[in-house]
């Protein structure tokens, strides 16, 4: 079977995704934040990427040269979201194209129960030789083996990429597939820790930047056994802790909290807001409130240029007592780094570590 959309030529991954996303879309006109959304969810190792626009502009370049969309006029006020590099295109259209003559389709299956809430939902050729394949894999495989979505991609159709593709089709997103009955799932990113065993129970520090994580665990390796915490340290590395935090199940032993810390200013908030969020039903995001306490008790304070969002939202994450030193703090266009609490500052009060 052909994995790409049936009106495409070969593309990459990224456009692949954004071309399915296009062609669901119910208007012609289809915004770029509809567009990144599905990208992010599609492939979250865009999280955390440098490269992540200019992957997104390339990819939306692949799809108007395959005449899958048109762009904005080049020149066009509101056409184009110009605020970074590369432009991106505030919107595309759907460049809509009539049925080839005489074609055909693949022959519809007689689906088995669990298959059928899908089968009601496609409408397209491309979806019911999804399902033919699904069903026919299935029929010839009844013990599943719970494995990754790339090994499962590769076994069902010989590319390890094609299912993640694939599943950000509408089949997917609309719940009647998923990735569950085909008895695989995504695997999260590596998330870098370090275990310094101490007293229990065991507690998860989350560092949002490297220079945090590395102080911290040199400052806790410091301490004698009997008096540090059983601590694993984290590094969150920005928006990737979003996408990454699935490791923590596979920590040993296993945390009964997870605390987090990074800048204080408007992209590290929301960052903490977005990773609180993502991790709901497991075990909740916790603020490091020692370490936020000190960054803003000690804290240089810089000009902040991270963000220009509003975040009232993510300030709720905060305990109630913090929430209006960090309005304060933000309301005056400042910043605090969490470098604030470095190794000098961890190693001289060790209470920052003992207190989590």
């Not at 605390?259 to 969020?277: H, N, P, S």
Request: charged share 25%.
């Amino acid at each position: 079977m052909n994995d790409q959309p049936p009106h495409d030529p070969v593309l990459s991954a990224l456009a692949v995704t954004l071309a399915v996303c296009v062609d669901e879309y119910g208007y012609r006109r289809v915004p770029l934040t509809v567009l990144r959304e599905r990208a992010y969810v599609v492939h979250p190792e865009l999280y955390g990427d440098l490269q992540a626009r200019a992957r997104l502009r390339d990819s939306i370049d692949e799809l108007a040269v395959a005449g899958t969309v048109q762009l904005p006029a080049a020149n066009s006020k509101t056409g184009w979201d110009d605020s970074m590099s590369p432009r991106l295109p505030a919107w595309v259209s759907k460049v809509v194209r009539p049925p080839e003559s005489g074609a055909r389709g693949p022959k519809r299956k007689i689906y088995p129960d669990w298959l059928e809430p899908a089968a009601a939902v496609a409408t397209r050729d491309d979806e019911f030789e999804l399902l033919n394949r699904v069903a026919d894999w299935r029929r010839d495989h009844v013990d599943l083996l719970i494995v990754p979505i790339e090994e499962r991609s590769l076994e069902m159709f010989g590319d390890e990429k094609a299912l993640g593709r694939r599943s950000g089709s509408r089949l997917f997103t609309s719940g009647a597939l998923s990735l569950e009955m085909l008895g695989c799932h995504r695997t999260p990113l590596p998330l870098p820790s370090r275990h310094i065993p101490g007293n229990l129970p065991t507690r998860l520090l989350v560092c949002e930047n490297s220079a945090a994580y590395y102080s911290m665990i040199k400052a806790a390796q410091g301490l004698s056994p009997e008096v540090r915490p059983d601590l694993h340290v984290a590094f969150g590395g920005g928006n990737q802790f979003s996408v990454g935090h699935g490791e923590i199940a596979f920590l040993d032993p296993v945390p009964v909290r997870v605390l987090y810390c990074g800048d204080l200013d408007r992209a590290g908030i929301q960052i903490a807001a977005r990773a609180a969020e993502s991790i709901a039903g497991d075990l909740p995001l916790e603020p490091a409130v020692p370490h936020y306490e000190w960054m803003l008790e000690h804290g240089i304070r810089q000009p902040d240029g991270s963000s220009q969002e509003t975040v009232d939202h993510a300030l709720a994450w905060f305990p109630v007592e913090l929430r209006p030193r960090v309005r304060e703090l933000l309301a005056t266009g400042m910043r605090i780094s969490q470098e604030t609490v470095g190794l000098r500052a961890l190693t001289q009060h060790p209470e920052l570590i003992q207190r989590m």
